[in-house]
């Protein structure tokens, strides 16, 4: 559960584990000169989990964060790390903490880091507050991760242009987009840029009622047809096939891959950054650690992440309906 913290916070780390989003440095920014401002040691984690079990640890200043607003990526880097889910690896980790008297730690990751860093803490008593910031947009608790708006633009604008393409030739596109596990990206971009239809990981597809729909599109005289996937479906070389072979028409794939990770911030996810960054630093100086600082109807919300370990944060269907039935 979410603690009061009784010690004076002193010295904090900031840490970027797991996957990276655009937003992060901004949010890294926004933690570093909030602790500062308050006069807070504060300290940068290298290479998430790896550099902390490691002492990739160095001391930031205002000069350390100072022209990345605007960069994407992560400054301090980061670094899958299977060996932190050894106990032995994860008390190196706090023995690095305390060498340097580090009291908490701003965790800015994913679904992953949230659950990592709240059973560190659990563990060894260290106050940690998370960011959300991934391009999955997957995390309960927030309506919106850092990262994700920007995504999801990059998205949308590379679907633009493959529409234009699209026309020029008269073809089908089918476009994969991230989302292992969910299809958050592939809805708000498919909404976004006009897809004929839209195929996530929440929804069982039907390839015989795609065809038919680009058939009747067809009779009408519609000339291009942009099908969004989300990669989690693992489904758009065998869409592909299935609309080429039935029919008998040029169907064309293309995967954005991790363009969408990269890129400078849109103007949302930096707003969004900077308002969680100073957040969950002022937060645990009011001595409130363990909580994911997020945003709901566009205001900072504290949910404690207890509350979060096992929900799976839903998507919205009717934004597919809305998607569908504009998509006609």
């Known amino acids: 559960m979410a603690k009061k913290q009784k010690a004076k916070i002193k010295s904090l780390a900031v840490v970027t584990p797991g996957g990276d989003a655009p937003g992060m440095n901004t949010a890294i920014r926004a933690v570093v000169r909030t602790a500062i401002y308050y006069g807070i040691r504060v300290w940068g984690i290298e290479k998430g989990w790896y550099g902390l079990i490691n002492g990739l640890v160095k001391e930031m200043g205002p000069k350390s964060v100072s022209g990345i607003i605007n960069k994407g990526g992560t400054i301090l880097h980061t670094r899958r790390t299977p060996e932190f889910r050894k106990k032995q690896c994860r008390k190196m980790a706090y023995n690095e ?22 059973a560190f803490m659990q563990e060894f008593g260290i106050p940690v507050n998370v960011i959300p910031a991934t391009i999955d947009n997957d995390i309960p608790g927030t309506d919106y991760t850092v990262g994700f708006d920007t995504a999801v633009n990059t998205a949308v604008e590379a679907m633009d242009k493959i529409r234009d393409t699209a026309t020029s030739h008269e073809r089908v596109f089918v476009i994969e987009v991230m989302g292992r596990h969910n299809g958050f990206i592939a809805l708000d971009a498919g909404l976004a840029s006009g897809a004929e239809a839209i195929i996530i990981p929440e929804v069982k597809y039907d390839l015989k009622n795609l065809a038919k729909m680009i058939k009747r599109g067809h009779e009408r005289g519609k000339e291009s047809f942009i099908i969004v996937v989300a990669e989690g479906c693992n ?52 001595g409130k650690c363990g909580y994911l600082v997020g945003a709901l109807s566009d205001k900072v ?7 979060l370990i096992n929900i799976k944060k839903k998507i919205d269907l009717d934004e597919l309906r809305l998607a569908n039935m504009l998509a006609t």
């Open 97 to 118: 903490l305390r060498l340097r008297d580090i009291d908490g730690m701003v965790v800015i990751g994913g679904d992953g880091s949230m659950h990592s860093s709240y």
């Open 235 to 286: 489904a758009v070389n065998k869409t592909a096939k299935y609309l080429k072979d039935s029919l008998n028409i040029e169907v064309r794939v293309t995967n954005l891959g991790y363009v969408q990770r990269g890129g400078s911030p849109s103007a949302f996810s930096r707003e969004l950054a900077c308002k969680l960054g100073a957040a969950a630093v002022e937060v645990m100086l009011a």
């Open 301 to 307: 919300s504290l949910c404690p992440i207890s509350k």
